[in-house]
């Protein structure tokens, strides 16, 4: 049995265990356990071909980051991807693939945005589960990261992130505990920073009650590479393995000889190592993987993650065999930005680029020119302004290739603005001026601002990063061999400025403070009507749809089943992202105006119709009680909405809901309003307060003086006016929590 393997082991042999062997392995221990090996690979295998630290990594696909992924909303693609990488891990001797992240884009400044899906916990969650489930479909393990609230690379290994627990549990935690409930990952990776000044990789709330507690996790929790500060600490708040190895292991073994750990918390990492081993040991495998297969799979992720965020009077696709002289500026177009810096850098097996893609799939009739437009450094260079000019002026359309360079995303450092660099947005704007159509193709990780120059575009394709395919994906997509069909997981700002955590982020004196609270993204921008670029869930098609027969049936007392047709009225095959959301209208918001809470993507061909079916629980309802310690759902009406992007609903249904039938504690510091309020405790008070003599009737109360005093504790002050003692508001409580129990 695997608990007598571990037992039978020293404490020193245990405490081995407790840490890697080498930079990229878990450590052996004589014939007990082997040595894993992990790989960085959210969208690739970065499989070192040594195992130092810093090793260069062997050919493997280069899938579109997260970014791009996430912006397909499209579960079934991500899980595929997920089974390839799995296929591609097992041919090169991985055990375990660290990834996917799942952080939320508090800020479209975090320069490690690219790495993760959304603004939004539903979308990353469901997303992140799809590749989960597909990495560990074949048996190889995934970790999900960095739990938590790692959401910026600013002096990250130290910040600490100070977040009230509402925000918490309904926006940081919900994406990880909807993998960890529904994909049930082998691993998670605790991140580098603090949480309310607790370092995540020591935080026994956060790893032991709610992860392990709560929510059943029941794998290994490993650390960033280099986030642990006192092993024995993690080890006692529940982590597992600390990554890499940095010779403390006889620290541990002290802390356990002189009292300060029990030696249960280091058999239980044991136990959990093994236990892992034996996990990937059933895994499927293989010895190499279909490179053609996987590259064709990159480029149909890239096509399904861009956006078409513009195409005044129909300027896209472009016709291949048409008589047109189209003019391809930017260096992008022929160097392509197709990943991120950083610990997920991928070296691919192949390398397309959209210029030469773009010349392969041309028509015999259709003329192509290049001109690189701007240099890859930013220097200004007034010679490839002029060539680029005078081309676009000799062309019917002009295909702008724009971006962020790469050194400006990049794990470890948080970018400074959203703006493009200043020599492309005046590139655009010459070419502008010497050619009436413009289309600007964007390749980027993270949000850019378009207000200041998108009405020199007459098109604008937000590509983001597309990955090793991603330059055949972009001639599909402009030629019109498939239609756009990607949507915003992120809001588009009209500046830095109106992001919510603009005068928070990204802190200082090592702390950076949530004061946005839940209001992050279009939580932000919709509760409060603010304009946008472009909202959450945006992207245009090349056809058209219509939404129509909504129909919601109750399925129990809490839960329901929403279905709404959707239509393919445009001339071509096209793709529609459904989204429902569920909106609380309030006086004053005590909640964001709407949230998402489902999505479905749609394949249809002209003229045809589809249903797409939303079930909604308990949970899409609650929000998160500090008092209570828990989820609640309070009674009374709710909106459905069914729509095409956040801002743009197109069906709504007004529904009710009895509540969660949970009444809070009473005492005597609740408010007169909570006593009223309670379904027990209200009978109770007006009972009494009739019953009594002396006692003031509170329909003798006019309702001004009433609504004054409604926030005051009973006991304190209103229910001696009302002629009740402290003892008989103490009877009153006990008996409404009899009588509630």
């Not at 393997?5 to 405490?15: G, H, I, N, Y």
């Not at 356990?33 to 260069?56: C, I, K, M, T, Y």
């Not at 950083?342 to 680029?353: E, W």
């Not at 003599?693 to 001004?704: I, Q, S």
């Amino acid at each position: 049995m695997m608990s007598d393997r571990v037992t039978d082991l020293t404490l020193a042999e245990q405490a081995s265990l407790a840490s890697g062997g080498t930079a990229w392995t878990t450590a052996a221990v004589r014939d007990v356990v082997r040595s894993l090996h992990l790989s960085d690979g959210p969208h690739g295998l970065r499989r070192a071909q040594d195992e130092s630290l810093l090793s260069a990594s062997v050919p493997a696909t280069c899938f579109p980051p997260a970014v791009t992924s996430g912006s397909t909303w499209d579960p079934a693609l991500v899980r595929r991807m997920g089974t390839a990488l799995a296929r591609e891990a097992s041919a090169l001797g991985v055990d375990v693939i660290l990834g996917p992240g799942i952080n939320i884009k508090r800020s479209p400044l975090c320069g490690r945005n690219f790495e993760y899906f959304s603004e939004d916990p539903h979308v990353s969650g469901v997303m992140g589960a799809a590749l989960v489930e597909g990495i560990q479909s074949l048996g190889v393990g995934a970790c999900v990261k960095h739990f938590a609230v790692n959401n910026q690379e600013t002096d990250r290994m130290r910040v600490s992130a100070d977040v009230d627990e509402r925000t918490l549990r309904e926006l940081y935690l919900s994406a990880f505990e909807h993998v960890v409930r529904e994909a049930r990952p082998y691993t998670v990776m605790a991140s580098y920073n603090r949480i309310n000044g607790v370092y995540a990789c020591e935080n026994l709330w956060l790893l032991t009650r709610v992860l392990r507690q709560e929510w059943g996790f029941d794998g290994l929790v490993m650390s960033d590479w280099g986030a642990v500060n006192d092993r024995a600490a993690a080890l006692a708040a529940g982590l597992d393995l600390q990554m890499p190895p940095d010779g403390t292991d006889r620290r541990l073994v002290a802390a356990v000889e002189d009292g300060r750990l029990d030696r249960a918390a280091v058999t239980a990492a044991a136990t959990r190592v093994l236990q892992l081993q034996e996990r990937v040991d059933r895994a499927q495998r293989f010895d190499d993987w279909d490179v053609d297969a996987h590259h064709e799979l990159a480029r149909e992720a890239a096509r399904a993650g861009a956006v078409l965020l513009k195409n005044d009077g129909g300027l896209l696709p472009l016709d291949p065999a048409a008589h047109l002289t189209v003019a391809v500026i930017g260096e992008f177009a022929r160097t392509p930005r197709y990943q991120g810096h950083g610990s997920s850098r991928v070296t691919p097996t192949r390398l397309d680029n959209a210029w030469d893609a773009l010349r392969q799939a041309a028509g015999p009739d259709l003329k192509l020119t290049f001109s690189p437009g701007f240099t890859l450094t930013g220097a200004p260079d007034p010679g490839l302004t002029d060539e680029a000019v005078a081309h676009a002026a000799q062309a019917d359309v002009a295909l702008l290739f724009l971006g962020l360079p790469e050194e400006s995303e990049t794990e470890g450092r948080d970018r400074t603005d959203i703006e493009l660099p200043r020599c492309q947005v005046e590139l655009l704007r010459s070419v502008a001026a010497a050619c009436r159509k413009v289309a600007v193709v964007l390749a980027n990780g993270a949000v850019v601002s378009v207000a200041d120059w998108q009405d020199d575009a007459q098109a604008v394709l937000e590509a983001w990063l597309g990955g090793q395919a991603g330059g055949a994906a972009l001639a599909d997509l402009l030629y019109g061999a498939c239609s756009p069909s990607g949507k915003l997981t992120e809001s588009i700002p009209l500046r830095l400025q109106d992001v919510p955590s603009y005068l928070y982020f990204p802190g200082q004196d090592r702390h950076t403070v949530h004061g946005e609270g839940r209001y992050v993204g279009y939580r932000h921008y919709d509760t409060l009507d603010l304009p946008v670029a472009y909202p959450f869930g945006h992207g245009l098609s090349y056809t058209t749809f219509s939404y129509g027969d909504l129909k919601v049936e109750q399925t129990g007392d809490n839960s329901w089943t929403v279905r709404a047709t959707v239509t393919n009225t445009g001339p071509r095959h096209g793709e529609e992202v459904v989204q429902l959301y569920v909106a609380f209208d309030e006086p004053h918001p005590t909640r964001p105006r709407h949230e998402l809470r489902g999505f479905a993507k749609l394949a249809l061909e002209p003229g045809a119709s589809a249903r797409a079916e939303f079930r909604l629980a308990g949970r899409d309802l609650a929000w998160y009680s500090t008092q209570r310690g828990g989820w609640r759902i309070d009674p009374g009406t709710f909106t459905v909405e069914v729509g095409a992007s956040s801002r743009d609903i197109r069906l709504r249904a007004e529904l009710s809901t009895p509540g969660d039938g949970i009444a809070d504690e009473l005492t005597a510091a609740s408010s007169l309003g909570e006593w009223l309020d309670h379904p027990v405790g209200g009978k109770l008070l007006r009972d009494r307060l009739t019953a009594h003599p002396g006692a003031v009737k509170l329909d003798d109360v006019g309702p001004h003086v009433l609504s004054a005093v409604s926030q005051i504790p009973l006991g304190k002050f209103v229910g001696p006016i009302l002629g009740l003692t402290s003892e008989t508001v103490a009877a009153l409580a006990a008996a409404a929590q009899k009588e509630t129990a």
